[in-house]
């Protein structure tokens, strides 16, 4: 899998971080998660724009990009772990892979939730990407 932009960093960190593959494997997918798939699970989805961003005392070749991903679990108990393995895994994140430049991750918030049709507890984790321009 190569890095070439922001949601291929997403996708990239959530499938090789060791302790949220151990929960959820490589259960991740971008925008919805395909019917009939083994839970605990999520999806991840860009909900804006990329920005250019003033950072660092720069603005030139920084951006941002705002991320929400989705953890749908059984139980209560395993969507929290989950969440709390997705917030250890972009809480002050940086990394280059493939040359895509990672410069920070900011958590912006967190929700919480049980849906009564689809009986499935559902967490959400809101991220900010720093970034460099590709």
Not at 25 to 48: H, L, S, V
Request: aromatic share 10%; hydrophobic share 35%; glycine share 6%.
């Amino acid at each position: 899998m190569s890095v070439i932009d922001a949601p291929s960093a997403v996708n990239y960190r959530l499938q090789n971080f060791a302790e949220l593959v151990a929960l959820t494997g490589t259960r991740w997918f971008p925008d919805m998660i395909p019917q009939n798939t083994a839970k605990p699970c999520g999806y991840y989805e860009q909900t804006d724009s990329t920005d250019e961003t003033d950072a660092m005392g720069t603005s030139e070749g920084v951006e941002s990009t705002n991320f929400e991903l989705t953890i749908v679990g059984d139980t209560k108990a395993s969507c929290q772990s989950v969440m709390a393995k997705v917030k250890k895994a972009f809480r002050r994140w940086s990394a280059t892979q493939d040359g895509f430049v990672v410069m920070d991750c900011f958590l912006e918030g967190t929700d919480t939730g049980y849906s009564n049709d689809s009986l499935e507890f559902i967490g959400a984790v809101r991220i900010k990407l720093m970034h460099q321009t590709t």
